[in-house]
């Protein structure tokens, strides 16, 4: 009887760690946190796949390795050795996702990014949901001054800091053919990215700015409107 309470306790453990799983990442990812205005049909696709794609990778991913470390914690007083062969196995499967699956995510949210329909405030979260490998898809963006979201990819570099963006960035904090709010958004996310790159395009635009009186107006405006 014990052993079947025992074997009982275990299942609806892990049964309620994978009904938690699934409702956190269903939330995340529902297409309705991207879709606050009406779109076009193709649009609204695309949003739909996107997050179809990053809700079954998370999911399928996050319900292993959940599933591994909960039993290697039920497993830890019987039998340590399972315990400790199950804990080491969660963080091969978190490690190999990270390597294979992260980089699949990431475009999903770069598409989410370009297609969603929300407010300006919160363009750029999908983004951040992405992290740092979303970054290296933004900086290829920027490259292209026709890129809608030119703007909010700049924004977004800064603020996942990804330190890899600051060369394309400071050129175009360096050239003046660039439109100002565009600058502005260089600017302030060389400032957040904290690079010795970053840090000596600042020092060269300040330089530009200390012999410029209208660079130095523009730069004051860049602080102004964003709180600095």
Request: a positive charge.
């Amino acid at each position: 009887m014990k052993k079947l309470l025992e074997i009982f306790f275990i299942v609806l453990l892990l049964l309620l760690a994978n009904a938690f799983l699934f409702l956190f990442w269903w939330i995340l990812t529902d297409p309705s946190n991207y879709i606050w205005e009406p779109v076009s049909t193709e649009r609204e696709q695309q949003v739909l796949n996107a997050c179809s794609k990053i809700f079954w990778t998370k999911y399928y991913t996050w319900t292993l390795v959940i599933n591994l470390l909960t039993l290697s914690f039920l497993f830890y007083i019987q039998n340590r050795v399972v315990s400790l062969s199950l804990c080491a196995l969660a963080l091969i499967v978190y490690a190999a996702s990270w390597f294979f699956f992260d980089p699949y995510t990431a475009r999903s949210y770069v598409t989410l990014f370009e297609t969603q329909e929300v407010s300006p405030a919160f363009l750029t979260e999908p983004i951040k949901q992405g992290g740092q490998l979303t970054g290296e898809i933004l900086v290829e963006r920027i490259a292209d001054i026709n890129y809608p979201r030119r703007y909010y990819a700049i924004k977004a570099l800064g603020e996942i800091r990804y330190a890899p963006a600051a060369e394309r960035l400071g050129k175009i904090l360096l050239n003046g053919k660039e439109t100002r709010r565009i600058r502005g958004a260089a600017y302030l996310s060389l400032k957040s990215i904290r690079s010795s790159l970053s840090a000596k395009y600042l020092l060269l635009y300040s330089q530009l700015v200390l012999r410029n009186e209208k660079e130095r107006k523009i730069m004051q405006q860049f602080e102004k409107e964003n709180g600095y």
